[in-house]
Nanobody, 125 residues
Framework: LQLVESGGGLVQPGGSLRLSCAAS????????IAWFRQAPGKEREGVSC????????NYADSVKGRFAISRDNAKNTVYLQMNSLKPDDTAVYYC???????????????????WGQGTQVTVSS
């Protein structure tokens, strides 16, 4: 399963970005998808995840109320809408996939088998 992230960039504090995670060669319908991020000198952090049906989502406390994850299976894409961005949100953002037909998703990196290459998000004035 090949995952490709896009949508990163430079944005001012308080701004918004929408990240996309697209899959090639395989359908994402049966996969839980998560977003992780890693800032320089910091450990990787789970940001948000959505289960295969789209009915269950989880968020890190640091992004609750500001970020929203969604999926469009027709487009084979998962999105992360990021609003009210802060400098602390600056990081490389990765999407990851785990084939799972039922149940919730988790924000643990070890759970996921396939990873994208990442997209840089920089929040700065």
């Amino acid at each position: 399963l090949q995952l490709v992230e896009s949508g990163g960039g430079l944005v001012q504090p308080g701004g918004s970005l929408r990240l996309s995670c697209a899959a090639s060669r395989f359908t994402l319908d049966y996969y839980n998808i998560a977003w992780f991020r890693q800032a320089p000198g910091k450990e990787r952090e789970g940001v948000s995840c959505i289960n295969s049906s789209g009915g269950i989502t989880n968020y890190a406390d640091s992004v609750k109320g500001r970020f929203a994850i969604s999926r469009d299976n027709a487009k084979n894409t998962v999105y992360l809408q990021m609003n009210s961005l802060k400098p602390d949100d600056t990081a490389v953002y990765y999407c990851a996939a785990k084939r799972r037909l039922f149940g919730p998703c988790v924000l643990a990196g070890a759970e996921y088998d396939d990873w994208g290459q990442g997209t840089q998000v920089t929040v700065s004035s």
